[in-house]
């Protein structure tokens, strides 16, 4: 019996539709531990949009891939997907795309230690996200000014951006990016010596990565404990804080967080009495930080180095290798870090963190 005309025709989707719940799929897989099955994902929903007029689709598509590349260290490759993105949004008027890609932009100028590009790059995209209201893109560029005030040694500058981001994502209940804003809260508390405060905002940021299942944050986040209980000297707490961040950076492939806590881990061996350990593991962790292009983690691992180093006796390297740090931080414009560097090489203090 032939079909009858009541008989309903099941159509494929459109490509744009199709493209959009796969794009969607890599955003969340970018955040837990299947940052290739993200990497995958994007490609499929790339390859759909091509047959296809650009629309503001692409344009996060391409941002997004770009930004599952980024959070695994591979900034290079990130780049030209960013770049993409914002060549397509301007040609598209695309304002809220344009402003989105500026941050990333922004975010991989910071990376690499140009925090005049940056702050340049999230200072444009700040007038424009006014401008079309993108509220959660508001506050992610009030946290990353925030940043980078930290980094030039501005506490009350990087606290004044923190709370204008943390009550801009409480007051939408966007639980995700208030966890990261309490992170850099906590980071900065820590380096002031704040530290309940700092463990305060760490366990509530903690406790959202992982009800949200954002491996990539706890993974930071560990990391930030880790730092924290270094600083407080209390060793065996760190030690935990550093297994569980080296487990999350290694079941992600990421070369940045896998050298960000192996550089904890290298300080707590030199301050544990291991030298010869902590030697070994910071070597490793500069070659994978040079693979990530992360300069001011690089400087970070060149001062862990040259401390390994005078606690081993080699004055003289330890020294050049300290104004190795120096110089690097210069160029970024940590300012605090200079001042520790100076400290430290005439009080060589082979057991604190910094």
């Known amino acids: 019996m032939g079909s009858t005309g009541n008989q309903k025709t099941l159509k494929k989707p459109p490509a744009t539709v199709e493209a959009r719940r796969l794009a969607e799929l890599a955003r969340a897989a970018g955040l837990g531990d299947s940052p290739d099955d993200a990497l995958g994902l994007s490609r499929d929903a790339l390859a759909l949009l091509a047959g296809e007029e650009p629309t503001p689709l692409l344009a996060d598509v391409l941002r997004w891939q770009g930004s599952v590349l980024r959070d695994r260290g591979q900034t290079s490759d990130a780049q030209p997907l960013y770049e993409e993105s914002l060549r397509v949004s301007t040609a598209l008027a695309y304002d809220a795309g344009h402003a989105h890609a500026l941050n990333c932009l922004g975010s991989l100028a910071q990376r690499r230690g140009d925090l005049v590009a940056a702050a340049n790059y999230f200072s444009d995209a700040l007038a424009l996200a006014e401008r079309c209201g993108?509220?959660?893109?508001?506050?992610?560029?009030?946290?990353?000014?925030?940043?980078?005030?930290?980094?030039?040694?501005?506490?009350?500058?990087?606290l004044a951006h923190y709370r204008v981001a943390l009550r801009t994502f409480e007051a939408s209940n966007d639980s995700q990016y208030a966890s990261w804003v309490l992170s850099n809260l906590g980071y900065l508390h820590a380096k002031e010596q704040r530290f309940d405060e700092a463990r305060a905002s760490y366990d509530r940021a903690l406790a959202i990565a992982r009800e949200r299942g954002d491996l990539l944050s706890e993974?930071?986040?560990?990391?930030?404990?880790?730092?924290?209980?270094?600083?407080?000297?209390?060793?065996?707490?760190a030690r935990t804080a550093v297994a569980r961040a080296l487990k999350i950076a290694e079941q992600r492939d990421d070369p940045v967080r896998r050298a960000a806590a192996l550089k904890l881990l290298g300080a707590y061996q030199r301050m544990a009495g291991d030298a010869r350990a902590s030697a070994d593991t910071l070597s490793h962790a500069l070659t994978l930080s040079a693979v990530g292009e992360d300069a001011l983690l690089g400087a970070e691992l060149l001062f862990q180095f040259a401390s390994t180093l005078s606690s081993l006796g080699d004055d003289r390297l330890a020294t050049d290798v300290f104004h190795n740090a120096q110089d690097a931080f210069e160029r970024i414009g940590a300012r605090q870090w200079v001042g520790r560097v100076r400290r430290r090489l005439t009080d060589p203090a082979p057991q604190r963190y910094f």
Do not use: F, S, W
């Not at 993974?219 to 707490?237: F, P, S, Y």
């Open 134 to 158: 993108e509220t959660r893109l508001l506050g992610m560029l009030q946290q990353n000014l925030g940043v980078i005030a930290d980094i030039r040694g501005n506490p009350a500058a990087a």
């Open 219 to 237: 993974g930071i986040m560990q990391e930030n404990v880790a730092e924290l209980e270094l600083i407080r000297g209390e060793l065996d707490k």
